[in-house]
T-cell receptor, first 114, second 112 residues
């Protein structure tokens, strides 16, 4: 148990579906992250939120839409995805004091797009 | 952006044998983090190194940071089945950066 909870653990969706991934952290951190992990590739940083403001968006397609309603919750809204979006989506959180401390990761959501 | 190259990509080791994984950065390192991941799951933090020459150990795992070479190594002594998994290194490209960039990982298999 790392203090970062992601739901669902597995998700299968069609290209026309709309779904959301949820992340909740119980560590009192003030920064949250979405990473994408595809087979044999480095983790790709998608979005960073600090104090509930989006501070980074790494040219992610608009079919991915993040939402951070408060410092404990982070969502990733998905719509009209492509098969190449199938991957493990990881949420992480950290405490930011100038620079960020170490990241704590959730167990991930394994997404399959059919 | 910072690129981290890990070697080897994968390795198979006999139980009880030692192994070493390397992580080389294309840029100056501002903190080097080692994580372990079981397939399809989240990353578990192992160790963080911040100063050149720093070395940390936890149980049978030792990590070293060579700042001049922009490189870190992770060494496992007398490997056990519990050491199997994917090991990833992560680093910051700036001292005040929030995020970590990661290598592609090294898959370790321990054979009984």
């Amino acid at each position: 148990e790392t203090g970062v909870t992601q739901t669902p653990r597995h998700l299968v969706m069609g290209m026309t579906n709309k779904k959301s991934l949820k992340c909740e952290q119980h560590l009192g951190h003030n920064a949250m992250y979405w990473y994408k992990q595809s087979a044999k590739k480095p983790l790709e940083l998608m979005f960073v939120y600090s104090l509930e403001e989006r501070v980074e968006n790494n040219s992610v397609p608009s079919r991915f839409s993040p939402e951070c309603p408060n410092s404990s919750h982070l969502f990733l809204h998905l719509h009209t995805l492509q098969p190449e979006d199938s991957a493990l989506y990881l949420c992480a959180s950290s405490q930011v004091k100038g620079a960020a401390e170490k990241l704590f990761f959730g167990s991930g959501t394994q997404l399959s797009v059919l | 952006s910072q690129e981290l190259e890990q070697s080897p990509q994968s390795l198979i080791v006999q139980e009880g044998k030692n192994l070493t994984i390397n992580c080389t950065s294309s840029k100056t390192l501002y903190g080097l983090y080692w994580y372990k991941q079981k397939y399809g799951e989240g990353l578990i933090f192992l160790m963080m190194l911040q100063k050149g020459g720093e070395e940390k150990s936890h149980e049978k795992i030792t990590a070293k940071l060579d700042e001049k070479k922009q490189q870190s190594s992770l060494h496992i002594t007398a490997s056990q089945p519990s050491h199997a998994g994917i090991y990833l290194c992560g680093a910051r490209s700036r001292s005040n950066d929030y995020k970590l960039s990661f290598g592609a990982g090294t898959t370790v298999t321990v054979r009984a």
